[in-house]
């Protein structure tokens, strides 16, 4: 079992920057996919990004692409998420998620295992 706790949101004008955290336990890091969700009030769970187990691998929504960069650090079992140049839209909760196939980048939901609680992120115009 994987326990994943998500950190780093906060209050943010536009234009501004939030690093995010997710830390793992419980699993072999290395071994899961990672992604970041988030969900805005009112609207249903999207994907955002994905790293691959070795963290060679990415993929980012299309509205997200050039302004957040998602990594992971296998030694310290943590992924993150820079968020650069926000926008008001990237108001939400944002959830992290591990996948048990480690090379396969996911982009729905439904198809991962473990899921933090999430970190909500405000983003001020």
């Known amino acids: 079992q994987v326990q994943l706790v998500e950190s780093g949101g906060g209050l943010v004008q536009a234009g501004g920057s939030l690093r995010l955290s997710c830390a793992a336990s419980?699993?072999?890091?290395?071994?899961?996919?990672m992604d970041w969700f988030r969900q805005a009030p009112g609207k249903e769970r999207e994907f955002v990004a994905a790293v691959s187990g070795t963290g060679g691998n990415t993929k980012y929504a299309e509205s997200v692409k050039g302004r957040f960069t998602i990594s992971r650090d296998n030694a310290k079992n943590t992924m993150y998420l820079q968020m650069n140049n926000l926008k008001p839209e990237d108001t939400a909760v944002y959830y992290c998620?591990?996948?048990?196939?480690?090379?396969?980048?996911?982009?729905?939901?439904?198809?991962?295992?473990?899921w933090g609680k999430g970190t909500l992120v405000t983003v001020s115009s």
């Open positions: 998620a591990a996948d048990r196939s480690p090379l396969i980048l996911r982009t729905t939901s439904e198809r991962m295992d473990y």
């Open positions: 419980g699993g072999t890091f290395s071994t899961y996919a």
